[in-house]
C-alpha cells in the first residue's frame, strides 16, 4: 500500500467496470496535475472487467495512485465516502471515470478552495460551462432535477446535480458525520446538511461518453428523489421509511385486490383477510428486498431463510390486521353489511399492521439477521 501523510489534493474517483476509460483517465490526471503535489484514489466496487486490477499496474509507474478494492459492497456515494475517508490531501475532488468530466479544470478547483471555498463545484451552468451533446429529454431531465433541488433544500448552485467538485478538508471533517453515504447525490448531501458552506463554481464542458454504458436509468431517477425527501423531510421521516411506505402502498393494492377477489368468490371475510395478506408478503418482500433495505440484501440460498422469517415476522401485521376489523366491526356492525364500509375497515386494519411491520422488519428482519447471515464485506487497499 502507497501511503502519502500529506499532500495539496486528493482526487477520488468512483468505479465499476470502466476498465477501457480508467487508463486513459490516470494519463490524463498525470499530465494536468504534474505540478501539484497529489494522489489519486480509485475505489473500485470489485468490477468484474477487472478495472481495479488495471490501477494496480498503473500504480507500477506512477506512486502516486491509489485503489481501494471494495469486495461484497456497492454503491456511488459510499464508494466516494471511502475514498474521501482515505484521502490525504488539503483539499479533495471527486470526479467521475468516464472521461466525461474535464479534468483540465481540477487545478481552479484546487484554486478555489485555497482562497476560502468550502466547496467549489465543477459546473455545466457557470460561465463557460456546457452539456455538451446533450439530447433535449435528458436536458429536461437534468433541469427538473435541477429545479427540484434548489425549491426543496433551497441551495443557490447553480449546477446541484454535478459530480464534479473539490471539499476543502476542514468543512470535510465538519459535515462528515452528517452525510447520509448511501445519498444519490453525494454534492447535494454536502451542500445540504453543512452550516452554510462557501460555494463558488468553475465552469466546464460535459463530454460525450466514448466507453462503457451510462448509469442513469429509472432507479437512479426514484434514488434520486428519495435523496431529496431525505435532505429536506430526513429529519422528521426516516428515507427508509418513505421506501418501505412506497413499497407498502403497492402491497396494500395487492393487498386489497386479493382480498376483493377471495370474498369474491364466496369465501368468508377472515379466509379472505387472510389470502390478501399472504399475497401482499409475497410481494412486498421481493420488493423491500430489493429497494428498502438494499444494505442487508438477502441472495442466493439466504434469499428464501430471509422469506422465512419475513413471513414468521409478518403474521404480526396479520394478527394486528384480523384485530382491527374483528373489533371496528363488532362496535359497528352494520359496516359489514355495506361493502365500501367493509373496504374501509379493511384499510385501517393495513394501515395499522403496516406501521407495526416496519419496525420489526428493520430492527429484527433486514437487520440482526442481515449481520449475521450476510457475508462480510471486505475492502482491499493497495
Aim: with cysteine; net charge neutral.
Amino acid at each position: 500500500m502507497n501511503k502519502v501523510s500529506s499532500c495539496e489534493l486528493s482526487v477520488v474517483i468512483p468505479t465499476y467496470n470502466e476498465a477501457e476509460n480508467i487508463q486513459i483517465l490516470l494519463g490524463r490526471l498525470s499530465e494536468v496535475l504534474r505540478d501539484i503535489d497529489y494522489e489519486v484514489i480509485v475505489v473500485d466496487d470489485d468490477s468484474p472487467d477487472l478495472t481495479w486490477q488495471l490501477v494496480e499496474l498503473a500504480q507500477q509507474t506512477n506512486s502516486r495512485f491509489r485503489i481501494i478494492r471494495r469486495i461484497g459492497s456497492k454503491g456511488l456515494s459510499s464508494a466516494v465516502i471511502t475514498g474521501l475517508v482515505a484521502a490525504n490531501g488539503r483539499c479533495m475532488a471527486v470526479m467521475d471515470s468516464d472521461l466525461q468530466h474535464d479534468e483540465k479544470i481540477l487545478p481552479d478547483l484546487l484554486e478555489q478552495v485555497q482562497r476560502g471555498s468550502d466547496i467549489c463545484v465543477g459546473s455545466r451552468e457557470a460561465p463557460g460551462g456546457s452539456y455538451g451533446n446533450w439530447s433535449a429529454t435528458r436536458k429536461l431531465v437534468s433541469f427538473t432535477a435541477k429545479g427540484l433541488a434548489q425549491q426543496l433544500i433551497g441551495t443557490s448552485v447553480s449546477d446541484p446535480m454535478s459530480g464534479f467538485f473539490a471539499i476543502s478538508r476542514n468543512y470535510f471533517d465538519s459535515t462528515i458525520d452528517r452525510v447520509n453515504p448511501t445519498g444519490f447525490k453525494i454534492l447535494l448531501e454536502f451542500v445540504a446538511r453543512g452550516k452554510t458552506p462557501n460555494t463558488t463554481e468553475v465552469g466546464y464542458t460535459f463530454r460525450t461518453r466514448l466507453h462503457g454504458e451510462t448509469k442513469l436509468n429509472a432507479t437512479v431517477i426514484v434514488e434520486y428523489l428519495l435523496a431529496l425527501i431525505d435532505l429536506r423531510f430526513g429529519w422528521l421521516i426516516p428515507n427508509q421509511f418513505v421506501k418501505f411506505g412506497i413499497v407498502g402502498l403497492t402491497g396494500s393494492m395487492v393487498n386489497f385486490m386479493g382480498f376483493a377477489l377471495i370474498l369474491g368468490l364466496g369465501a368468508s371475510v377472515p379466509w379472505a383477510v387472510i389470502a390478501g395478506v399472504e399475497l401482499a408478503i409475497v410481494w412486498t418482500y421481493f420488493a423491500n428486498n430489493k429497494f428498502t433495505f438494499t444494505p442487508f440484501t438477502f441472495k442466493g440460498k439466504d434469499f428464501f431463510l430471509g422469506f422465512g422469517l419475513y413471513q414468521i415476522v409478518c403474521c404480526y401485521g396479520l394478527v394486528v390486521q384480523l384485530s382491527v376489523v374483528s373489533t371496528l366491526l363488532q362496535h359497528f356492525p352494520s359496516m359489514g353489511e355495506r361493502l365500501l364500509s367493509l373496504y374501509f375497515i379493511y384499510l385501517i386494519g393495513v394501515a395499522f399492521a403496516a406501521v407495526g411491520n416496519y419496525f420489526l422488519h428493520q430492527y429484527y428482519t433486514w437487520n440482526r439477521l442481515g449481520f449475521t447471515v450476510l457475508k462480510p464485506q471486505r475492502t482491499v487497499i493497495v
